[in-house]
């Protein structure tokens, strides 16, 4: 039995002179849920496609729940996969939509209604798809990639143009299945959508492969910031290098005084800053978000 559902070493695709996914590597134990992530145009869709057996590498390799990626027809039966927003008929309902999916695929049909339950849409099931708002849609999308019952499933932004609400749907829907021991694999340009339910992180820059590992491992290099304002204006680099000299590097931005250092220390910096005779109008511990160290980290400022 494999224990990874994806492995890819050295992946690349090359269009023209352009590497659109360069000697990319990474792993996706099974069992867990992999955001995929980075800026559009990054490589995630050019690299799902790979996957999928849609399109071929131009270099390297990869195996798909332990079989490799140029015989897909040996674990297509057991992936599902949203790429680039589903297709429907407009005319049908949701559920006539999966019944032909379904008939197309050789896939049970009698599971139609508990799939739409399990995404939501069982009281909309008989309605017409052209009047399904765009959440509904990416849902019933899920849906479709769920058919096969599959160990794996691929999601190619599926939160894409969602409000809040929808994307707190599709999360909740993912964490369910994948506690239930379906392998998700699911990109987003946006970390912040996914970083909560992703086991792991998978992040794209310009076809590279910038990070690969614990979603916990990043949220590691987090530095939590206290930012402090001075009452009096006049007392903020003197607070700033109360701080340096405690041995914390900090700088100064829009007039209020940053310095490096965890939440506890704030208390300290209080006590100096009174000590000081310096009077604080505000004082808050800041982590960042992944999103930010993400940037930090990239330089990347899409
Ligand atoms: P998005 O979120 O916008 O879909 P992405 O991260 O999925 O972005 P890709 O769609 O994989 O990125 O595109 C990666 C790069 O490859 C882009 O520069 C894109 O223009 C290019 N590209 C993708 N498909 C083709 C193609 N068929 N022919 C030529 N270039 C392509």
Known sequence: MPTLAISVKDLSKKYGE?????HANFEV??????????PNGSGKT????????LIS???????????????????LSRVGAMIEGPAFYPALSGAENLR???????????????????VGLGDRANSKYKTYSLGMKQRLGIAAALLP???????????????????????????????????????????????MISDSLVMLRKGKVIFAGKTQDLLMRQQPVIIAKCADPQDTLKLLSLGQGAGH???????AVHILASAEWAATLNKLAFDAGITLSQLSPVLPSLEETFFEMTGDDE
Not at 18 to 22: D, L
Not at 100 to 115: K, P, S
């Open 249 to 255: 590097d900090g700088s100064v931005i829009d007039g």
């Open 57 to 75: 590498p131009t270099g390297g390799s990869g195996t798909i729940l332990g079989e490799p990626i140029n015989h897909p027809e040996r674990y």
């Open 29 to 38: 134990p099974l069992g867990t849920v992999c955001g995929f992530v980075g």
């Open 149 to 195: 019952n599959p160990q794996l499933l691929m999601l190619d932004e599926p939160t894409n143009g969602l409000d809040p609400a929808g994307i707190q749907e599709i999360r909740e829907l993912l964490k369910t299945l994948a506690t239930e021991g379906t392998t998700v694999f699911i990109s987003s340009h946006l970390l912040s959508e996914i970083e």
């Open 46 to 53: 050019t690299t799902m496609r790979m996957l999928l057996g």
């Open 100 to 118: 032909v999916l379904a008939t197309l695929g050789g896939f049970d049909t009698d599971q139609i209604q508990a799939l739409l339950d399990r």
């Open 18 to 22: 352009r590497m659109a996914v360069s």
